[in-house]
């Protein structure tokens, strides 16, 4: 099962930085595929970005690339997400996952375990 924190703090105003990890509770994911979602209030669980465990390829959505930095460090059992040059629209429950099988990134029911989500603020 997928452990989400947040490091330092929840809410950030725009143009500020946060970053999120996700840590295994069986302490790998070293085989695993991770990927990071949020949901905006009245929205749908949406795809944001994705690790392979093999090769390390990412995957990202077009609203966050170049802005949002996801990597692994597999030693420490923990995928984290970077999140530079926030925006309001950025606001959002954000949820790690993890599958087995790799590819296909933003595919959700193919992840096979999710965190429990930590809300992120941007304010304007």
């Known amino acids: 099962r997928c452990s989400c924190r947040r490091l330092g703090g929840g809410l950030v105003q725009a143009g500020g930085s946060l970053r999120l990890s996700c840590t295994a509770s069986?302490?790998?994911?070293?085989?695993?595929?991770v990927g990071w979602f949020r949901q905006a209030p009245g929205e749908e669980r949406a795809f944001v970005a994705g690790i392979s465990w093999n090769r390390g390829d990412t995957s990202y959505a077009d609203s966050v690339r170049g802005r949002f930095t996801i990597s692994r460090d597999d030693a420490k059992s923990t995928v984290y997400l970077q999140m530079n040059s926030l925006k309001p629209e950025d606001t959002a429950i954000y949820y790690c996952?993890?599958?087995?099988?790799?590819?296909?990134?933003?595919?959700?029911?193919?992840?096979?375990?999710w965190g429990q989500g930590t809300l992120v603020t941007v304010s304007s």
């Open positions: 069986d302490g790998t994911f070293r085989r695993s595929t």
């Open positions: 996952a993890a599958k087995v099988s790799s590819g296909n990134y933003a595919f959700k029911p193919s992840y096979r375990s």
